[in-house]
């Protein structure tokens, strides 16, 4: 159990915070990104070029904001959860008419120091929204039908939004976090499985409107082989890299996969991939323990809560951050069609690591006003 203060969190003084924090989450959090750095180094091919640059000061401007953010009452974000989730909504609209188009999507917002991605963020905020939602709501009220309702537009919204970008991959991810919040609220189990069911069912129909590269994409997972040097070159070239890695890898810098050049998208979706190559089955698995004890220390953190909005923002996002694990790293190993999914910090991309920094800025926030209640 945590240790805490007899004064109220609204009394802390600035130190008595920082003594609050979760310092086993924070040293995971630090050694994900030393690792994520050490990483991108190798990517750029041993030099400190364009990406390793631009992801160490994103890291240590994002590490700062997180910190800055877990000083801030919990209270705050509570308040927040509508607006916060209106204005993502505001700039996915903006984005729409007015966003960067790069590789046939239009995803991003230049504001000059980032280009932006709206998407990205309402991973977050949504499971913010949700779970601002819940907070008050009557055990009896939860499996109401203006409820579920309700959630589902809340979710849907911004979901439709994004596959019009086109980005069905993070639609998709919105809608997990989204569902993850409705299970830890409650909701009863037989509506998630009715869903599942009537999924499967209209899969024939929703791969009719599919987009075409979006079916290329599925053939691929099933028969990559099919096209071995097309649209199965990067599945086939990743798991030659994560096999050829074997037990302890071929060691830092000496990627042939990556260094030679086979691997496409090695510092974004397949940077696992990299990484396999490189410190093997052995890094590989000291990889998934930090994630492992991140994972558990936000769960612990939101059991640990007094407050009930604290302890489903720490849930569903926990519950999210295992998802987008599983996915990117079953994606490269072939176990699952190529959606786009980063790896949390440890992939390139601004926007990525800015939702997830302030994901873990609310956690620690729980964490250091843990004892703080919510009317």
């Avoid at 364009?50 to 974000?77: G, Q």
């Avoid at 000059?112 to 709206?118: H, R």
């Avoid at 849907?156 to 569902?179: C, E, F, K, W, Y």
Wanted: overall charge positive.
């Amino acid at each position: 159990m945590y240790q805490h203060t007899r004064l109220t969190n609204n009394n802390f003084t600035f130190f008595q915070k920082f003594r609050n924090f979760d310092y086993i989450l924070l040293f995971c959090i630090l050694l994900l990104g030393f690792i994520s750095l050490a990483t991108m180094y190798s990517t750029d091919g041993g030099k400190i070029l364009f990406h390793t640059k631009s992801h160490f000061i994103k890291m240590v401007i994002f590490t700062l904001m997180m910190l800055i953010i877990s000083f801030i009452n919990i209270k705050f974000w509570f308040s927040i959860g509508y607006l916060s989730y209106f204005v993502i909504v505001g700039l996915l609209v903006w984005t729409y008419f007015f966003g960067i188009t790069s590789s046939g999507s239009q995803r991003w917002m230049n504001l000059y120091f980032i280009n932006l991605q709206p998407s990205e963020l309402m991973k977050v905020f949504i499971i913010l929204c949700l779970a601002k939602y819940f907070h008050r709501m009557k055990l009896e009220n939860v499996n109401s039908i203006y409820t579920i309702l309700t959630s589902l537009i809340v979710i849907l919204l911004p979901m439709g939004l994004v596959i019009v970008q086109p980005d069905l991959g993070t639609s998709l991810l919105i809608a997990v976090s989204g569902i993850a919040v409705l299970w830890f609220a409650g909701i009863n189990h037989k509506y998630f499985i009715y869903t599942m069911l009537g999924f499967i069912i209209s899969l024939p129909f929703v791969i009719a409107f599919l987009k075409p590269y979006q079916k290329l994409r599925v053939l691929t997972f099933l028969n990559p082989d099919k096209d071995p040097l097309g649209a199965g070159y990067q599945i086939i070239q990743s798991k030659i890299a994560v096999g050829s890695g074997g037990i302890f890898g071929k060691g830092f810098l000496k990627g042939t996969q990556s260094y030679l050049e086979f691997l496409p998208e090695k510092h974004t979706d397949f940077i696992f991939t990299l990484f396999s190559e490189e410190f093997g089955f052995v890094g590989s698995v000291f990889l998934l323990l930090i994630y492992i004890i991140i994972i558990y220390r936000i769960i612990a953190i939101g059991a640990n809560s007094r407050s009930y909005f604290a302890k489903i923002f720490c849930y569903g996002f926990g519950f999210a951050i295992f998802i987008f694990i599983t996915i990117n790293m079953s994606m490269v190993l072939g176990l699952l069609p190529i959606v786009g999914s980063p790896l949390p910090i440890m992939s390139y991309g601004g926007s990525s690591m800015l939702a997830t920094m302030i994901g873990f800025g609310i956690v620690m926030s729980a964490r250091v006003h843990s004892q703080q209640l919510i009317a």
